[in-house]
């Protein structure tokens, strides 16, 4: 069973910035896809970030430019530096893993992100 474990979340002030993690019980190498989505209470989970093993990156329009996806093979995690954050990035962000192996993807246990003043 893959576990895949999140942290860096917190308060900041608007303009701010914070990085996720999300760290792999299973090797990254076996991926199709990892990233992240984020969601509010009430409302449909969002895509934020995506990378593929072919390196291709994806960012929904409203992070474009503010937030990038990253990772390291070598750790089996990937991060999301999230830049000049806004009270709207305000969410619970979940990492997620597409794996080869499987036919459905694999959760983190989500972070709360909180931009306020």
């Known amino acids: 069973q893959v576990q895949l474990v999140e942290s860096g979340g917190g308060l900041v002030q608007p303009g701010g910035s914070l990085r996720l993690s999300c760290a792999a019980t299973?090797?990254?190498?076996?991926?199709?896809?990892m990233g992240w989505y984020r969601q509010a209470p009430g409302k449909e989970r969002e895509l934020v970030a995506r990378?593929?093993?072919?390196?291709?990156?994806t960012y929904t329009d409203s992070v474009q430019g503010r937030f990038t996806i990253s990772t390291d093979y070598a750790a089996n995690t990937w991060y999301l530096e999230m830049t000049n954050l806004k009270p709207e990035d305000t969410d619970v962000y979940y990492c997620?893993?597409?794996?080869?192996?499987?036919?459905?993807?694999?959760w983190g246990q989500g972070t709360q992100v909180t931009v306020s003043s």
């Open positions: 299973e090797s990254l190498s076996r991926l199709n896809a």
């Open positions: 990378i593929t093993s072919g390196w291709t990156t």
């Open positions: 997620y893993a597409g794996y080869r192996f499987s036919s459905y993807p694999y």
